[in-house]
């Protein structure tokens, strides 16, 4: 990465007649440095400017902190009566609600006045299709093109939730990979869609163990450049309120669904915010 021979000019005199020149010689050095001295100017009387050096002013120069902007937070603007898709795991479908209409998919739609078409299939993720061993190929991307090809909606908004399926992998940069991925095939199957991910979220003890679930969707999200709402990264469900929210361990109640539901609204109204 980025990275001699001399000759005396003195020749040899009497030392009698050397000792006078040396002295004489001493005594005008001695005198010019006084002489120096006295005409320099005082600290408080010379500018920095004349002392800078090339090389310390480009150091300086180099030494300026410099301000990075900030880059716009990432939003999505809605026509009217939007079209909205929601493709997700067990949680978009409902599970651990009284009903399906109850899940929080359902819940979110009624509180935003929208109408979206719901797509949740339990098990499944952004690239673990289902099943245990992976084989029912029920992964979103593949999900999304049967969508399409039904024409049952074209969509100006989809919402991927999920990821805590994809941690059955154990492979996070083939996950990430998976987010960016779906991403560029809703953004092929619809060119005008705009998409927003939200990630993985359950109820404690299992919460503490989908952060690195949430960071690795978080990252496809950043990649793919789309809105992240991260469930787990701001604690929707603690060891103090997860008592209120639990069903089944994996899954929340009612009151947990319809939890989650006012959390993505209040991050929808903050996305479509003018």
């Known amino acids: 990465m980025s990275k001699k021979l001399s000759r005396n000019p003195f ?60 880059p716009a937070p990432l939003k999505i603007k809605l026509p009217a009566n939007p079209s909205v898709l929601i493709v997700g795991d067990s949680y978009t479908e409902g599970v651990g609600a009284d009903s399906t209409d109850q899940g929080w998919a359902h819940v979110a739609g009624t509180e935003l006045n929208l109408n979206p078409v719901i797509d949740g299939v339990r098990g499944t993720g952004f690239a673990w299709g289902g099943g245990a061993d992976n084989s029912e190929g029920r992964q979103y991307s593949v999900r999304l093109r049967e969508i399409a090809d039904a024409q049952t909606i074209t969509p100006d908004v989809l919402v991927l939730q999920g990821g805590q399926n994809d941690t059955l992998l154990k492979n996070n940069p083939e996950v990430t990979k ?23 979220s359950a ?43 639990y069903a089944d361990g994996s899954h929340v109640n009612n009151e947990g669904h319809h939890l989650i539901a006012d959390k993505f609204a209040a991050h929808w109204r903050e996305l479509t915010k003018p």
């Not at 120096?36 to 090389?55: H, I, K, L």
């Not at 990649?223 to 209120?244: L, M």
């Open 11 to 70: 020749k040899r005199r009497p030392v009698s007649k050397m000792l006078p020149a040396i002295g004489l010689s001493v005594l005008a050095v001695a005198t010019a440095a006084v002489v120096a001295v006295a005409v320099m100017p005082s600290p408080g009387e010379r500018g920095a400017a004349a002392y800078v050096t090339p090389s310390s002013q480009s150091a300086s120069k180099a030494a300026t902190p410099t301000t990075t902007p900030t």
């Open 178 to 200: 998976a987010v960016t991925s779906t991403v560029s095939e809703a953004k092929k199957l619809w060119p005008n869609v705009q998409i927003v991910i939200m990630g993985p």
């Open 203 to 245: 109820p404690e003890p299992l919460a503490a163990t989908i952060s690195g679930a949430s960071d690795t969707v978080r990252d496809g999200a950043n990649t793919a450049q789309v809105p992240y709402i991260d469930a787990a990264g701001e604690h929707w469900f603690t060891g103090q309120n997860s008592q209120s929210f």
